[in-house]
């Protein structure tokens, strides 16, 4: 979805910005989609630039 890093998202929990809906023994976490919209704003739309414009180098 927003292609945000392992890093990012432990940043996260601890701010308690975005908390894993479950967290399994081998320390797998796991978000639910609903989650998603409580994401920091920042990062979708960072990840959402870079797309951008590497599609702006393509010409039809």
Request: overall charge positive.
């Amino acid at each position: 979805m927003c292609a945000v890093t392992k890093k990012a998202l432990y940043v996260y929990e601890a701010k308690g910005l975005l908390k894993p809906a479950v967290v399994k023994d081998n320390g797998y976490r796991y978000y639910r989609l609903e989650q998603w919209t409580k994401l920091p704003r920042s990062a979708c739309w960072r990840n959402w630039a870079a797309a951008c414009r590497r599609l702006g180098t393509f010409s039809p």
